[in-house]
């Protein structure tokens, strides 16, 4: 939890800082200007460091240090492995263990993960798309063991499968039966841990790959319809699933245009909801989401740049009215963060919330003519991006016909080109260029852990009651055929020792895999 705000807000020079300012207020349709009342003057952010390498006891060693440090919140990284669904012993993860998130087989690793951290009372963000289900099945057993009450756990998995399709390829099943298994999160979620988001309806990858901020608001509310309708489409009520869907964007480095971005997705996720799906809640018209400043904006040249980049796009969005907030450490162009580089974005953040005086009153650039100017733009440039994809089918049949990709790709191309000709400045890669006189230090990963990992999965195969597991995982495979719910027999299989890879094998099986 975030640190109690203060009770009394004024200036350095002792001038009055009221809540809100203008005519307009905050907590009423269409939510311009923030999704609750207070904002930040009640509750910070969420101050989440993503972290995860190596193995799950060197990542559990982070956790305690950036909790110890002032984080309000995890954020677990996974490796490709765990993100495609293999074992740490298959073939295709030969070298990638470890490498780029935690490598998580089996719930013994989870229990190595959070020891000695309480699920009930700290809220997890997880990164994880096509094994989402894996994944919440995992976090959901670990907090049995330690006797949590469901009812209180908090966390969001990021379960966005359709832009990995669009723009970062860590997909395994086709996209019709990824949205299955969505849904089957969705309903199952609403009726077991009606506390936790479902899923992360993410633009940070989309803007990542080289998409421009009207792209990103486009392509993520569309895909956030269509995540809508598919739920509506298996009987789901949209009150009983809309207010636990968030949002992830990306805090870029065009200071004000990102302001405006923000601001714009969410008046135009609570109009599109209106308008097209009539809620009765408020809360399914509200667009709450986290953000993550720009991986792609850090340069491996003179990294301590980085640092200034990261700050400016952290003002970006809490000034935009984030829910929650990673920072990004100077170093990551070149490699995992080391701690106290990861302590530095933390800090980062905390500059920003206790000294800068940005968090005491409510969407403090609203009547800037610029920043108001720039968020009608923006929403009337995404709308009738989003009207193009409707025109084609929706989402899905968009990125099937590859729309996104190749609008995306045109972007990117649009910007390299800027940047190969000097007509927009990257400090220290095109203009203001040092020789680099000092090695920095970064996180290298011991490649014995590999071993050791695939050692303790082996063991875990050998050690469990095999019958037990083999039978849970035929039962999963059935009610992938029948279409029952998938989540009960996961989680089951995950009680019984079955391991990540065997879990996604056997819906490869029923599913096929995207692409094959």
Not at 91 to 105: C, N, Q, S
Not at 256 to 285: C, T, Y
Not at 406 to 416: G, V, Y
Not at 494 to 506: K, N, P, Q, Y
Request: aromatic share 8%; with cysteine.
């Amino acid at each position: 939890m975030s640190k109690q705000r203060k009770n009394k807000f004024e200036t350095s020079s002792a001038i009055p800082v009221e809540r809100i300012y203008g005519p307009e207020n905050s907590d009423t349709f269409p939510y311009t200007r923030g999704v609750y009342s207070e904002m930040y003057r009640s509750r910070l952010w969420t101050m989440r460091q993503y972290a995860g390498f190596a193995s799950a006891a060197e990542s559990n060693k982070r956790y305690k240090y950036l909790l110890a440090s002032g984080t309000t919140g995890l954020s677990v990284a996974f490796d490709l492995p765990t993100q495609i669904g293999y074992d740490s012993d298959h073939e295709i993860a030969r070298g990638e263990v470890g490498r780029v998130g935690v490598p998580i087989d089996s719930l013994e690793d989870f229990d190595i993960l959070f020891d000695g951290i309480d699920l009930e009372k700290i809220s997890t963000s997880m990164t994880i798309n096509a094994t989402a289900s894996i994944l919440l099945a995992l976090y959901v057993a670990k907090a049995k063991r330690q006797g949590a009450d469901l009812k209180k756990l908090s966390g969001t998995i990021q379960n966005d499968v359709l832009k990995e399709y669009a723009a970062r390829g860590t997909y395994i099943y086709p996209p019709r039966e990824s949205m299955r298994i969505v849904t089957d999160i969705f309903s199952w979620c609403s009726a077991e841990l009606p506390q936790w988001n479902t899923i992360s309806i993410s633009g940070y990858h989309i803007r990542e790959a080289g998409s421009t901020a009207v792209e990103e608001i486009a392509f993520t509310l569309a895909n956030g319809l269509a995540y809508v309708q598919a739920a509506l489409d298996v009987g789901l009520n949209i009150d009983a699933f809309a207010p636990r869907l968030s949002f992830f964007f990306n805090a870029h480095s065009n200071f004000f245009e990102e302001i405006a971005k923000f601001r714009a997705a969410r008046k135009l996720w609570a109009v599109l909801m209106k308008e097209r799906f009539d809620p009765k809640k408020e809360e399914s018209m509200k667009l709450r989401f986290h953000s993550q400043t720009a991986g792609s904006t850090l340069t491996a040249q003179q990294i301590e740049n980085n640092i200034v980049r990261t700050t400016i796009e952290a003002m970006a969005a809490v000034l935009g009215g984030t829910q929650s907030l990673h920072t990004n450490s100077k170093d990551e162009a070149l490699a995992l963060p080391t701690a106290d580089a990861a302590r530095t974005a933390l800090r980062t953040q905390q500059v920003i919330a206790y000294e800068s005086g940005i968090a005491d009153t409510v969407d403090p650039l609203a009547g800037s003519y610029y920043v108001e100017h720039l968020t009608e733009e923006l929403y009337n440039r995404s709308l009738e991006l989003i009207k193009q994809i409707d025109d084609l089918g929706g989402a899905v049949k968009a990125i099937e016909a590859g729309f996104y990709q190749e609008r995306i790709a045109r972007s990117a191309f649009e910007w390299q080109k800027k940047v190969d000709a000097k007509e927009e400045i990257v400090v220290g890669v095109n203009e203001f260029i040092e020789a680099e006189s000092v090695e920095p230090e970064i996180l290298k990963i011991d490649p014995k852990l590999e071993k050791e990992q695939v050692t303790r999965l082996q063991a875990l195969r050998t050690r469990r009651d095999n019958a037990k597991t083999m039978s849970s995982l035929a039962a999963l495979e059935a009610a992938a055929r029948d279409g029952s719910n998938l989540m009960p027999h996961i989680i089951h299989s995950i009680e019984v020792d079955g391991t990540l890879g065997e879990i996604a094998d056997t819906m490869r099986k029923v599913f096929g895999e995207y692409g094959s």
